[in-house]
């Protein structure tokens, strides 16, 4: 079984629908996803309202997802670390005990822009397109990564 987790700030906007994208795009296979933020702010929390309406008008339901927090722990969970943004992805790194921990942390949008450490914009303070477009690009980049893993 490959596991994998998704990784963003707050886990309530970017990370609950990579889970969700690559859960679907993944479904029947031997994959495990689940998704993290770094800061503890929405411990508990549904994800934003905005990312469940996209993720509905796309096909998925995520409201089964609650908001946790990424603990050094789960470097021993997962095969697969998936970070949103370059920010999360250092506060990843800060966490690693060690460089197989640290082999583990990818940048989601490293897998359709390899190399260019592009972020995934935080919608959270924009307008309802804003997740449309994130969205889209998670779809991209969880296409690229269920083939790889499946």
């Given amino acids: 079984m490959t596991k994998v987790i998704m990784v963003c700030l707050g886990n309530i906007c970017r990370s609950p629908l990579a889970e969700g994208i690559l859960k679907h795009k993944t479904q029947g296979k031997d994959v495990t996803v689940e998704s993290a933020g770094t800061s503890d702010y929405h411990i508990g929390s549904l994800p934003d309202k905005r990312s469940i309406e996209v993720a509905k008008k796309n096909g998925l339901d995520i409201t089964?997802?609650?908001?946790?927090?990424?603990?050094?722990?789960?470097?021993?969970?997962?095969?697969?670390?998936?970070?949103?943004?370059?920010?999360?992805?250092?506060?990843?790194?800060?966490?690693?005990?060690?460089?197989?921990?640290?082999?583990?942390?990818?940048?989601?949008?490293?897998?359709?822009?390899?190399?260019?450490?592009?972020?995934?914009?935080?919608?959270?303070?924009?307008?309802?397109?804003?997740?449309?477009?994130?969205?889209?690009?998670?779809?991209?980049?969880?296409?690229?990564?269920?083939?790889?893993?499946?």
């Fill in 64 to 150: 089964d997802q609650r908001g946790r927090q990424f603990k050094t722990s789960d470097f021993d969970t997962y095969d697969y670390i998936y970070a949103m943004d370059n920010s999360n992805y250092n506060n990843i790194i800060a966490l690693a005990r060690n460089e197989a921990d640290k082999d583990k942390v990818h940048l989601i949008l490293n897998s359709i822009f390899p190399g260019e450490n592009v972020d995934v914009p935080d919608p959270y303070y924009g307008g309802d397109q804003g997740f449309d477009h994130v969205y889209n690009m998670l779809d991209e980049a969880c296409e690229v990564i269920a083939k790889k893993l499946t």
